[in-house]
C-alpha cells in the first residue's frame, strides 16, 4: 500500500505529508496527446461505476485512472485493448491500494466486459504497464491529500453566511461531500492534470468553502497546511465552481424538462 492507514491521524502525518508533495514533483508529465483521448470521458466514468459495484475506494479509482491516462498520452490503442488496459490499471491500483481480500479477481474484471478477452490476455498487460511506469506504481493523486487538509477545512474562526460556527458537525459533514464532488470533477477532465494533485485537493477544499459560504474562503491554517496562498490556487478554483455551476444549469434545466412531460 502506499501510505500507511489513516496517516493524517497519525504522529508522522506533516513527514509523510511532505514525502507525497516530494513524490508529486516527480510524476510523468502529461501533454493531452492520445488519439483517443476522446474517449476518455467515457472511460472514466465507466471505470467508476464498476469500482463502485466491486466497492473499491476513492483512492483506487483515480490511482487507476492516473495510470490509464499517463499511458494513453504516450501510445495510439486499439479501441477494443482500451477496455483491457482500463480494466488492468484498475487490477493494478487495487493491488497496490488495497488489501488482498479487495483485489478484484481477473474473471470478475472480465465478467465486466461479457469476457471479451481471454484471462491469459491480462497478465501481459499487466507487465506492459509495470515497465512502462519503471515498476514504480508509488504515484500521489489528489486522493491522497484529501483526508489530511479535509481535517483542516473548518476552522474554529469561521464564518458561515456572516455568522460563527458553533459547531462545525454539519459543516463538515458538508464540506467532505463537496470535496468528493470536486474531486470527481478534476477525474472526469483532464485539463486538470496540468495542476499538482496537492492543489486540485487544496482548490477542492476552496471551491467547497466557498459554496458553503464560510469566510474567509482560504485560512492562514489551510495555507499553513498546504503551503499554497489563494493566488497559487484560483485558477483550479475557479475551472472547479464553472463546472459546478454548469452541472448546476443542467440540473435545472433538466428539472424543467420533466416539469412539462
Known sequence: MMVENEWWKSQLALEIHDVLREKET???P???SSPQLKLRRFLVD???VFSEKIKSSHGVLHLAVYYMDIFMDKFDIDERKLYLVALSCLLLAAKFEENEDKIPTISTLNAY???LFSAPEFHPMELILLNFFSWNLDLPTPVHFMEYYLIHAISATDCQSGRSIEDNTKPMAYARKYVHYFLEIALQDH???AFPPSVITSAAVAASRLRLHLCPSWTPLLIKVTS???EQI????HIMLRAHDADEKAM???KAVNAKG
Request: charged share 5%.
Open 113 to 115: 466486459v461479457h469476457n
Open 191 to 193: 485539463s486538470f492534470l
Open 234 to 237: 484560483a485558477p483550479c478554483v
Open 228 to 230: 499554497y496562498t489563494w
Open 46 to 48: 465507466w471505470l467508476a
Open 30 to 32: 502529461y501533454t493531452s
Open 252 to 254: 435545472s434545466q433538466q
Open 26 to 28: 516527480r510524476l510523468p
